[in-house]
Structures are given as C-alpha cells and as structure tokens.
C-alpha cells in the first residue's frame, strides 16, 4: 500500500509557523534566507563545490540574504562536528546558519526562501513545499532514471558554479518555476496530507488494535548559535549624483578571497576589529557604542589619528552619531554611524563636492537615512569650522574608493 510521507506532511502543516521560524533565526522581515542542501557521496554539494556556503556568504550581501547549510549525517560521521565546524567557522561568524545534522533542519526549511542543493531529500522536500530551486548535483547513476525524482532533476533549474551566484539567486527568486516542479514531487509522495494517519491505520490493523487518530505537530523550532561578530567590511556604494543618493550594500571581509576581485568597494571596520592589518586598511572607521556628543567628536578625531588612512570616522549618539572626515567637520547627523560614514566617503571619494547644503539620501538594506549637513553644525568649538570653499578644496584631495 501507498502511506505517502508523513515528514512532507508534517511540513506543509507547518507552513503557518513560517514567521515564528524566521523570527528565531534572527531574519528581517525582508531578508531572503537561502538554504544550501548536501547529502554525501561524490554526486553531493558539497563534493561539488566544498567552498559552495562560504562563496555565497561572501557574495550576497548581507542584511538582505542569509544563508543555512543543513548537510546529512554521514558527512560529520565520516569528518566529525569538529572538521565540519573548522571547515565553516569563518562563514557562521559572518552569518551562516550551520545547521547540525540532529537539529531541526525542518524549521529552516519552511523559513527558507529558496533552495541550492543536490538529489538529497531535504532537496526533493523544499520543491514539495514550493520553493525555488537551483540544482548543483542531479545525483547522476545515484537516481534510478525512470524515477519521478529524475524527471525533477532533468527539469531543474542548474546553478553554474562558475558564475556569479547573486545574478543567479536573484533571477531565482525573480522568475521562480516552483509549481511545474512542486507537481512532479506529487508522485513522489504518493498521497499528501494523509501520510501519518494511513501508517497509524496500517499498523494498528496489521497488531488488531483501536487507536486514536494520530495528531499533527508543527515542527520543532531552531535557534542558531551566536557566533562572534566581525568587525570588517566591504562596502559597495552606488552614488547617484542626480538625487542626492548613495546605496549601500556590504559584505564579509573576513571572507574577503570570495569576493568578486572586480568589485568596487571600500573597507569599513569598527572598533571591535584587532587585526592590525585589517585596521591599518581602514578607509571608514565607526564605533556603535553610544555616548555624549563631546565624547563622540574626541572618538572620531583619536580614530582619525589612529587609522592614517581613514578617510571618514563616525561615533553613535542618541538619535545618531557624530561623523568626521580627516580635514572636515565633525557633524551631528540623524542616521547611524555605518550609514553617515559610508554615505560621506562615497560621495567625497567620487569626486562631488561637499558644502553646508548637501542633503544626502542612503539607502542601506532598503532602510532610508538622510544625512544633511544644512541641519548639522559642527559639534567641536567654532574655529573648527570652515567654509564651504575650503572644504571642497580639502575634499578633492581625498584617496579614491578601491
């Protein structure tokens, strides 16, 4: 007889707890949660492509995606956690969600927004719940060939490990083919929704027994673990000149040997960064602790003289920070201090002018913050105040954005 699957089914009833399971992994209400599926075996993800999680950790900006990688059991069995967890560590401190193999990888999945991942059954789960998939391995002579399963293969969408994987994720999650492929996965689990009740039923038959029908439980939520944070970053900013208008995204430095070599961007640490190298190619520096306006404009002015090739430095205070660049300011601006700062060397580092107007837009994750000078007199004593001439004199001085 046919039972159907009693983990889809507990899956889809699941649905509805969607929002409590990202709640618990920590994800913005639009954050885009990517899960990396590995069964094991030379046809698994990650034989394909071992460095899969960390690349897409470091190529996805962060604040908009999130990635979980969730790998079956054997491959901590034939590695130990501990490999496992050396062989990630540096991705989980930049946001990978390391799903361990006896956790509920379940709540992960119905959180997810799209699936990357191999002929596994996580894999073949998340297409029966509806979600994007791009496909590393179809699990070649591992998959009988006239199997349901590999008619979901042949018609999945690949993902091309030599490509940029954003341009991939995002067309993905654009253009999704999810329901051609949810329907095939109907012949896989044979009767949706009554998978539990018919093997309870079977089995009570088969021992002459009366039971109860079986109830339906959501599943099990997952916490991640807190990793340590970093304190470097890459920044991308796209200036707009015609609206007054920076974009901001960033990115993981730690996991810097990921990144696209051609990318545009400038780094950005804060005062939890240690490593001299890091620090000493400072180009902003910013710190979110909050104090008085005073102590801030002394933080940003030590940060200057400490991080000689900083261009930029920004404190917190209530309600925003105190930013400074090497030969301007400080200002007191209503945005925070990773916003202003970035914003003001973008701007000054492509070459446009900054006077007691200027009225910059940021937009940083889809948040908009606004930093406008007109609205922000100097915090430090008069004389460190300047016209509008000699800063843009002293602006066009400063270093370019690498």
Known sequence: MVVGDPVMDQLRFSRGQRDRYRR?????????????????GPHATLAADPDLPQRLVAQLPLGRYRVALVQHWNISQAHSRYEVGQQFRDAERCGLVLVPPDASWQAVLVA?????????????????????????????????????????????????LGSSFRKQV??????PDAEPLRRITDRVFGVPGEGKARLYAELHGLLGIT??????????????????????????????????????????????????PDADVFLLVDDTEVDPGVRSNAEVVVTGEVTGPAEAERW?????????????AAAAVD??????LRDVGPWRVCV???????????????????????????????????????????VGPPQQRRSSQRRTSALRGLPASR
């Open 24 to 40: 618990e992994l920590g994800l913005g209400a639009d954050e885009r949660l990517v899960l990396v599926n590995s069964t094991w």
């Open 112 to 160: 997810s927004d799209l699936v990357i991942g191999d002929h596994g059954s996580v894999t073949v789960y998340g297409v029966g719940l509806g979600k994007p998939l791009l496909l590393v391995s179809d699990g070649g002579p591992e998959v009988e060939p006239t199997s349901a399963q590999a008619d979901l293969w042949a018609a999945a969408r690949r993902l091309d």
């Open 170 to 175: 995002e067309e993905a999650l654009g253009r």
């Open 211 to 260: 039971g109860a029908k079986p109830r339906v439980h959501a599943v099990p939520r997952f916490t991640p673990r807190e990793a340590e944070p970093v304190g470097a970053y890459l920044v991308s900013a796209r200036v707009r000149e015609s609206r007054n208008r920076v974009e901001l995204e960033r990115f993981p430095d730690l996991l810097e040997r990921f990144h696209d």
């Open 300 to 312: 940003v002015r030590r940060a200057l003289e400490e991080y000689r090739g900083a261009s930029v």
């Open 319 to 324: 309600g925003g920070c105190v930013v400074g």
């Open 336 to 378: 925070g201090p990773v916003q202003a700062a970035c914003a003001l060397n973008a701007w000054v580092s492509t070459g446009h002018p900054l006077t007691p107007e200027l009225v910059l837009a940021v937009f940083d994750n889809d948040v908009i913050g606004v930093v406008a000078l007109s609205e922000a007199p100097a």
